[in-house]
């Protein structure tokens, strides 16, 4: 048994490397939040760097990883982009809630943002993004055989 809170599995994979690459890297990035959170009410100023990095890091890659996929939907012509890009949105909109709450002095909001970015994530993953990923891989296999 792993200590991380997310392990990837293969059960994760959508089948396209560059997009599984980006998940796994968030995967790091909310595991390295969940390891900061033991630190998070310290009073010591290098540790709350460490952690404020870490929220930052999370926020930087996963709004990075969006527009990743979002250009890939544009690319095919995704039939679904906009349902997805507003999953994308909403998901974002909870994320700068959620950090302007702990910012406010909220501690909890922290441990119900890692629940959240762990929850949402993996159930992105194994829904939204794998029926994506099918269509385009379809729309690539049609380009290879104009």
């Given at each position: 048994?792993?200590?991380?809170?997310?392990?990837?599995e293969?059960?994760?994979?959508?089948?396209?490397?560059?997009?599984?690459?980006?998940?796994?890297?968030?995967?790091?990035?909310?595991?390295?939040?969940?390891?900061?959170?033991e630190?998070?009410?310290?009073?010591?100023?290098?540790?709350?760097?460490?952690?404020?990095?870490?929220?930052?890091?999370?926020?930087?890659?996963?709004?990075?990883?969006?527009?990743?996929?979002?250009?890939?939907?544009?690319?095919?012509?995704?039939?679904?982009?906009?349902?997805?890009?507003?999953?994308?949105?909403e998901?974002?909109n909870?994320?700068?809630?959620?950090?302007?709450?702990?910012?406010?002095?909220?501690?909890?909001?922290?441990?119900?943002?890692?629940?959240?970015?762990?929850?949402?994530?993996?159930?992105?993953?194994?829904?939204?993004?794998?029926?994506?990923?099918?269509?385009?891989?379809e729309?690539?296999?049609?380009?290879s055989?104009?």
């Amino acid at each position: 048994m792993s200590d991380r809170y997310i392990v990837w599995e293969d059960k994760y994979k959508t089948g396209y490397k560059r997009i599984d690459d980006q998940h796994k890297e968030l995967i790091e990035i909310i595991n390295d939040l969940y390891d900061c959170m033991e630190n998070r009410d310290s009073e010591d100023e290098k540790l709350k760097e460490v952690f404020k990095n870490a929220l930052k890091k999370t926020v930087d890659y996963v709004s990075y990883h969006f527009s990743c996929e979002e250009k890939i939907m544009n690319a095919i012509k995704y039939d679904k982009i906009i349902p997805h890009s507003s999953y994308h949105r909403e998901f974002t909109n909870t994320i700068y809630k959620y950090v302007q709450s702990y910012e406010d002095g909220s501690l909890k909001a922290i441990d119900d943002l890692v629940k959240y970015l762990k929850d949402w994530f993996l159930n992105h993953i194994l829904v939204t993004d794998k029926k994506f990923v099918a269509e385009v891989k379809e729309a690539l296999k049609k380009l290879s055989q104009q």
